[in-house]
């Protein structure tokens, strides 16, 4: 079964000419989505994608109808593919049922990849350009160096508890046992 699928933006709340691509490609179902693009959640496409079957093809107008990045659009297609339903986009010429719009999806997963692996050494980057500054990334500690040296001198008395401890910081006693051992890193 040919199946299509649209959505339409904020800027053409009108997505007749869609349906009627999308009719012309021979699709005998099509799922319209009212949301803009800026919400995440797509209720439609969802319960769209759950109809096809295997031997299926999805149909859509263009690749920005459908996903939000291009790692969404790659993650969606290869559950497609995994489950052998074919894809076609009209307006990119995209066809994944012939060996073409095949090479073209490789080309996106590498694309997507590649974006990936471009963002995690940006952070990777920032987070060393921020540790040569002297700063550390992450929450503050929740007790200060002098809140743990005072833990440290009322835990000499015997007659205190690490729960006391920690109630009179206004911690639980996971995060007094983290600060002790944080100051004992320290002084080794």
């Known amino acids: 079964m040919i199946i299509g699928y649209t959505r339409a933006s904020s800027q053409d709340h009108n997505a007749e000419f869609q349906i009627d691509a999308l009719q ?6 099509i ?19 759950r109809t096809l079957k295997k031997g299926d093809v999805l149909v859509i107008w263009k690749l920005g109808r459908m996903a939000r990045s291009l790692k969404d659009l790659v993650e969606t297609i290869q559950d497609l593919k995994d489950r052998n339903i074919g894809f ?11 060996s073409e719009g095949q090479l073209v999806f490789h080309v996106f997963g590498a694309l997507a990849e590649f974006e990936h692996d471009l963002i995690r050494e940006r ?47 206004r911690v639980t006693r996971t995060t007094l046992n983290s600060s002790l051992a944080r100051l004992n890193k320290e002084r080794m």
């Open 31 to 49: 799922f319209r989505e009212e949301l803009t693009g800026h919400f995440k959640e797509r209720p439609v496409l969802q319960q769209c994608l």
């Open 123 to 169: 952070t990777k980057e920032g987070l060393q350009a921020t540790r040569a500054r002297g700063r550390k990334g992450g929450r503050k500690p929740s007790m200060s160096e002098a809140d743990v040296k005072e833990a440290v001198a009322m835990l000499t008395d015997p007659n205190i508890t690490k729960k006391e401890v920690a109630e009179h910081f």
């Open 88 to 98: 076609k986009s009209l307006s990119e010429g995209i066809d994944t049922t012939g």
């Open 24 to 29: 012309h490609a021979g699709c005998e179902k």
